[in-house]
């Protein structure tokens, strides 16, 4: 059987490899609603600037309205042979409306459909991904303000640096998903003009309505230049970078959560909802939901690999290889969705051990750095001495086995003898958070404040 759109010019069908290499329909099926939406705006403005009749813009969109319906209901039969989404849908409303549908397609190309079927999608996609960053950040901000004193060591290296708060741990992740929100908002900026009308590449010599079509659906104005909207995908780029730099910062917290999950650290525990069982050792809790977080953003980062790759040797304007941009898309705004849902219910499911992070925050002589600076407010050092004399007072303690806390003041004046009793108000973990209240410094009241900030920047959501 010959195509039924190009058939005119070919004899036969296409070799059965030649249909499958060459159909889309397997995947852009998903821009069913887009492209309906899509072509209702067009044959809407085709009507108001005369080019097609009031009569048949009336039947075609009510036509586009059924074969819409008969796909949400999963009634309509996709066919192969009509290659994509734009082909399917044409070619049934030609059977409900009669050859009247053809006017549809009145200037306008696959090339300039599939570039507004994409743009629309990749908006939505951004819509929905950045309503999910935000119920995070909401999550993390409320879990920071109920821990926002709970001290916790801070690490540099992996190794004990400095006390901070479980709370301000947290709030970094907010700070990371607001710039992540900011891309993805800079991004939804730039791809929000419209094609439609660019036709395949050159324009269009039917006297057509830009302006129309962009405000109809909801873009800030037409694009251009036509070649460029038919041949860029940089929207698509652009927004798979924005997902892999949130998918990345999902990672590391996600790797953290494995971390602190472990027996070693017991920092936090994660119920039964978020853990899974052995079957060979009965005493695991996997943290899995977390490890599938770190997986998944192999595959983000992936699909952004995959269209620079699609992308970086095409000359303008369309290439079939651009078809190649779908799937990868598909998967990875699948991926980092389900990623962020994932991490939303871990934050709200985790409950810290107070105590043992409390305990550990202490560990590797994380005060040391108070010390030093009680040396340089008080005594007037130097800050590089006041290293060194806190360095000799450390091995002491290491020496005997204790922490700061644990030596006596005359240990301590052995190697400075003008330090005084008062040196042993800086030296527990919790004066040490307490007292780095420098604007963005961890001090429990600056993360309640902060913490408090977000909580209502962000609503109720
Ligand atoms: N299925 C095609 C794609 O995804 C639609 C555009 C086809 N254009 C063409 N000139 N064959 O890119």
Request: proline share 3%; glycine share 8%.
């Amino acid at each position: 059987m010959s195509n039924k759109m190009w058939g005119g010019r070919f004899s036969s069908g296409p070799d059965a490899i030649m249909e499958e290499i060459n159909a889309s329909i397997g995947f852009d099926y998903r821009f069913a609603a887009q492209d309906i939406r899509g072509s209702k705006a067009h044959v809407a403005m085709l009507a108001e600037s005369g080019i097609v009749s009031h009569d048949d813009a009336q039947a075609i969109a009510r036509g586009l309205d059924q074969v819409l319906g008969e796909i949400e209901a999963g009634t309509f039969t996709f066919s192969r042979a009509l290659e994509d989404i734009h082909m399917n849908v044409e070619a049934r409303l030609a059977e409900i409306v009669g050859p009247g549908a053809g006017r549809l397609h009145t200037a306008r190309s696959r090339n300039d459909q599939v570039a507004l079927d994409f743009r629309l999608w990749v908006r939505d996609a951004i819509d929905q991904l950045d309503e999910q960053a935000e119920a995070l950040q909401r999550a993390l901000a409320e879990k920071a303000l109920e821990h926002a004193d709970a001290v916790m060591p801070g690490f540099t290296h992996m190794q004990s640096a400095q006390p901070v708060t479980f709370g301000h741990h947290l709030l970094a992740y907010v700070e990371m998903l607001a710039r992540d929100r900011g891309r993805f908002a800079d991004a939804r900026k730039r791809l929000n003009e419209c094609p439609l009308g660019s036709a395949a590449l050159a324009g269009t010599s039917f006297p057509i309505n830009r302006d129309r079509t962009a405000a109809a659906l909801g873009f800030d104005r037409p694009t251009a230049n036509s070649l460029d909207s038919v041949a860029d995908r940089d929207f698509v780029m652009e927004t798979l970078a924005a997902c892999s730099i949130c998918a990345i910062h999902l990672s590391r917290f996600a790797e953290e959560i494995v971390l602190w999950v472990t027996p070693q650290f017991a920092f936090v525990k994660l119920s039964d909802k978020f853990t899974t069982g052995s079957s060979i050792m009965p005493q695991k809790r996997n943290p899995d939901a977390a490890e599938l977080v770190r997986g998944k953003t192999g595959r983000v980062i992936g699909a952004l690999n995959g269209i620079l790759m699609v992308m970086k040797g095409l000359p303008l304007a369309y290439s079939k290889d651009m078809q190649e941009d779908k799937e990868g898309s598909f998967d990875a705004v699948q991926s980092l969705s389900l990623c962020l849902a994932a991490i939303t219910g871990m934050v709200r499911d985790m409950t810290p051990d107070r105590a043992r992070m409390k305990a550990s925050a202490g560990a590797g002589y994380a005060t040391a750095t108070d010390l030093a600076d009680w040396l340089v407010r008080t005594l007037g050092m130097p800050f590089r001495q006041a290293h060194h004399v806190t360095g000799s007072i450390v091995k002491i303690a290491s020496d005997a086995g204790c922490d700061l806390e644990g030596l006596t003041l005359a240990q301590i004046q052995a190697v400075e003898p003008s330090i005084t009793q008062d040196v042993f108000s800086v030296l527990g973990v919790d004066q040490s958070v307490r007292s780095r209240t420098s604007f963005g410094g961890t001090s429990p009241a600056n993360v309640e404040a902060r913490a408090k900030a977000w909580l209502s920047a962000l609503g109720t959501g």
